[in-house]
């Protein structure tokens, strides 16, 4: 168990709807970063926030946004959902501003039918 | 554009033997390189990791190789067990930006 908790596990909706995926990181760590994972393009970074506030965004679409709120859980929000947004969404979080030593949460399994 | 290129997509190695993932990077900029172990249902885990200034790291049955002027760097598992079949990520990242990770590799050991 990495102590990184994600939560739904799986969420089905249809195309054009909104969806909230949350993440709550391990005990004290600050950062938050969120990954899709698709089988063509493997993991891509999205959005990278430390203690609140947002600190690197990567291949995040104009209808993606996230936040991380004072008690630093964070929401990944998906909105105007495509079937080529179905993929499988990881929060990692780590204790510093620094990519090392990511943990990884267990993932969303997003499919838009 | 991608600029971690991993290869082989698929590896099948005998229980015992050696399993070698290849990474290439462009950007010499990068300075973080780790890799990560992902079995199914689950999120990727850090494995080992390495940074530019050592050509080798040893962990137990896991080695990385880094060759700084050729811009690769690889993972040998030492004496596959069928319980090391999983997916291997490897990454790099720059100056402590966000990690860009490659396609994955999926590791079969039989038994």
């Known amino acids: 168990d990495s102590g990184v908790t994600q939560t739904p596990k799986h969420l089905i909706t249809a195309t054009g709807q909104r969806v909230t995926l949350r993440c709550s990181p391990r005990s004290g760590d600050l950062s938050v970063y969120w990954y899709q994972q698709s089988l063509d393009q493997g993991l891509q970074f999205l959005i990278h926030?430390?203690?609140?506030?947002?600190?690197a965004k990567g291949n995040i679409l104009e209808r993606f946004s996230a936040q991380q709120f004072p008690d630093l859980h964070s929401e990944l929000n998906l909105s105007s959902l495509e079937l080529g947004d179905s993929a499988l969404y990881f929060c990692?979080?780590?204790?510093?501003?620094?990519?090392?030593?990511?943990?990884f949460g267990s993932g969303t399994q997003l499919s838009v039918l | 554009q991608q600029q971690v290129k991993q290869s082989p997509q698929s590896l099948i190695v005998q229980k015992g033997g050696i399993s070698i993932i290849n990474c290439a990077y462009e950007n010499t900029a990068f300075d973080y390189f780790p890799w990560y172990q992902q079995f199914p249902g689950k999120g990727p885990a850090l494995l080992i990791a390495i940074r530019p200034d050592v050509s080798e790291k040893k962990e137990g049955r896991f080695t990385i190789s880094f060759n700084k002027s050729a811009k690769q760097f690889s993972l040998h598992i030492m004496d596959s067990q069928p319980g090391d079949s999983a997916t291997y990520f490897c990454?790099?990242?720059?100056?402590?930006?966000?990690?860009?990770f490659g396609k994955g590799t999926t590791l079969s050991v039989s038994s």
């Open positions: 990692a979080s780590s204790g510093g501003d620094l990519p090392e030593k990511l943990f």
């Open positions: 990454a790099a990242s720059q100056a402590g930006t966000a990690l860009i």
């Open positions: 926030y430390y203690n609140g506030e947002e600190r």
